[in-house]
């Protein structure tokens, strides 16, 4: 089976830009989660969707991230304004239920460089 | 509050050495535990994982954990590393509504 997409898989902007990125889940996924991954540091659940309701959203920095599951399939994540902090990289994973006895599958992630 | 410790940061080991990654996690609830591993340019894959039953576990590649409830731990092991073990190590926690915690990683670099 083909497994969770992301893209891009790399981006470089300046602060105070805005970036997107883009999450595919494993077809047949309801559970879709968005990590950060800074340098040294393991993954931090930012935010995770049920189909395409919000679940666990108390560690997204609500001032200037953004997250949506539209048709509880796809779903992007928003940075606007980026600042220097936000260099991670940025892993989608997808489980068929949000049951903890249920797999994650990540993503390749993107690597989000913000000079 | 979930939490998970991985005591080493970084593992060096020459090939055939054997293994032991600390973990020790903090959750009250019933617990789900996971090994994940990042071989370098790869996305993260899952090792291992205890629900419940046997409290050791074994996963793929010869790897195996054991779950010690009364130390909170779950102690990744291999008998003997391979050149190929070269990776980052990640210990997750998670809750029953599937929220995961990941410990900050183990650096592996076994020299062949």
């Known amino acids: 089976e083909a497994g969770v997409a992301q893209s891009p898989r790399y981006k470089i902007i300046e602060k105070r830009q805005s970036v997107a990125f883009w999450c595919n889940p494993i077809?047949?996924?309801?559970?879709l989660y968005w990590y950060q991954q800074i340098l040294g540091q393991g993954p931090k659940l930012l935010i995770q969707f049920q189909n395409n309701g919000v679940v666990d959203d108390s560690q997204l920095p609500k001032d200037r991230f953004s997250a949506e599951r539209l048709k509880g399939v796809d779903s992007t994540l928003k940075i606007q304004p980026a600042k220097l902090e936000d260099s991670a990289v940025y892993l989608c994973a997808s489980s068929l239920e949000p049951s903890g006895a249920y797999e994650q599958y990540f993503g390749p992630g993107t690597r989000l460089t913000v000079t | 509050a979930q939490s998970v410790s991985q005591h080493n940061h970084h593992v060096i080991l020459s090939e055939a050495a054997s293994l032991e990654l600390g973990c020790n996690y903090s959750y009250g609830g019933t617990v789900n535990l996971f090994w994940y591993v990042q071989y370098p340019g790869q996305h993260l894959q899952l090792l291992l994982k205890?629900?419940?039953?046997?409290?050791l576990v074994k996963g793929i590649k010869g790897f195996e954990a054991e779950f010690i409830k009364s130390k909170f731990s779950f102690n990744l092991r291999k008998p003997s590393v391979q050149w190929s073990d070269t990776a980052e190590y990640f210990c997750a926690v998670r809750s029953n509504a599937g929220k995961s915690t990941f410990g900050d990683g183990t650096t592996l670099t076994v020299k062949p």
């Open positions: 077809s047949g996924h309801a559970t």
């Open positions: 205890y629900f419940s039953g046997d409290p």
